[in-house]
């Protein structure tokens, strides 16, 4: 008789297909999972420098470039550079798309856990959704509101494909070890809580600031009619209070002492807030200059993946040995 893998593929023609390819390595996995969290980090950067060269438009249409052709070409009314910018970033989404496919081949051919495949097939689904969303945005005229969906939602899949790369990065045999009392992970959920309203607040900044994403004076794009200033203001509230809350973790942890994995993740989250804050900063001191929007781009996703680390290595998944090797690390929920 055969056994429950056997049946398996041979009623899912794209598990029989994947199964005949060699099984992936841990490492190869862990590599793959990588080029997730970087390829979904990217390609927000990418899609600020589209926004800060005013080429959210040089496309103008969704999914072809023209309503008569799927690529750049001749055009009176759009440049050719904005066409570049535009359509090269939309090419950028194919590399996303491969990334998220290899990652759902690699976790079922390597016959991970439930949970990890879970979370490979999340990211090509999200990554469908993204891009219709993105193509609402284009089909909108660049709606300050659809284009801050964008945004969040882009930050959204950071968190997401960091969570898969501890997944599996995890032992599938391993056990769950608690590293810190349940109040400092309420307390990191909190952090992330508050820095999803500095999220928010940020694109509303953006939706009323100075980078609309296309220029265009015959059709210009709708922006947030409310005060820059309060905006600002509004989000440098959530910023403040998200590095308080880590340095308040900081300080909780010395007192009650964890790993140095978790203290060094926690450090890298702190260091990370204060050079975002410092960006922001000398944004608002300098006029919102172009290249500092694409770091304060990079820097959100930066704060998003080190936070999602920092919540995934409280309770990380280790083999039964390691945690065997170290009671002391053991912590009650």
């Not at 891009?131 to 939602?153: E, K, N, P, S």
């Not at 899949?157 to 992970?185: C, F, H, N, Y």
């Not at 600031?209 to 820059?228: C, F, N, Q």
């Not at 920092?310 to 009650?332: F, I, K, M, Y």
Request: charged share 15%.
């Amino acid at each position: 008789m055969p056994d429950g893998q056997d049946l398996a593929t041979r009623r899912n023609p794209f598990t029989w297909l994947v199964f005949r390819l060699p099984e992936p390595s841990r490492r190869l996995q862990v590599g793959i999972a990588i080029a997730v969290v970087l390829t979904q980090a990217g390609i927000a950067v990418t899609g600020s420098i589209v926004r800060v060269t005013s080429s959210g438009l040089g496309c103008p249409t969704w999914p072809k470039c023209f309503p008569d052709s799927l690529t750049p070409t001749s055009n009176s009314n759009v440049a050719g550079f904005h066409q570049a910018i535009e359509f090269g970033n939309r090419m950028l989404t194919y590399v996303v798309v491969a990334a998220a496919a290899a990652i759902v081949i690699a976790v079922v051919r390597a016959g991970r856990r439930r949970e990890v495949k879970m979370y490979a097939w999340f990211i090509p689904g999200s990554t469908i959704v993204q891009a219709i969303v993105g193509g609402i945005t284009v089909r909108t005229g660049l709606l300050w509101w659809t284009v801050a969906i964008h945004m969040l939602l882009s930050m959204a899949m950071v968190w997401i494909s960091v969570l898969l790369l501890e997944k599996v990065r995890q032992d599938d045999a391993g056990s769950v070890r608690v590293l810190t009392p349940a109040p400092i992970r309420w307390l990191t959920a909190i952090s992330a809580v508050v820095l999803t309203g500095a999220l928010i607040a940020g694109t509303m900044v953006t939706g009323a600031g100075p980078h609309a994403g296309d220029k265009s004076a015959d059709d210009p794009v709708k922006r947030l009619d409310e005060p820059i200033v309060d905006l600002v203001h509004f989000h440098a509230d959530f910023v403040i209070a998200y590095v308080s809350i880590l340095i308040a973790l900081a300080f909780a942890l010395l007192a009650l002492g964890t790993t140095q994995q978790v203290r060094r993740r926690l450090y890298v989250v702190l260091a990370v807030a204060v050079a975002q804050g410092l960006i922001g900063l000398i944004q608002y001191w300098t006029n919102v200059p172009a290249v500092l929007v694409v770091f304060h781009v990079a820097g959100a996703a930066a704060c998003v993946g080190t936070t999602a680390a920092l919540w995934a290595g409280q309770r990380p998944r280790t083999a039964v040995r390691e945690a065997d090797a170290e009671p002391s690390t053991l912590v009650a929920k």
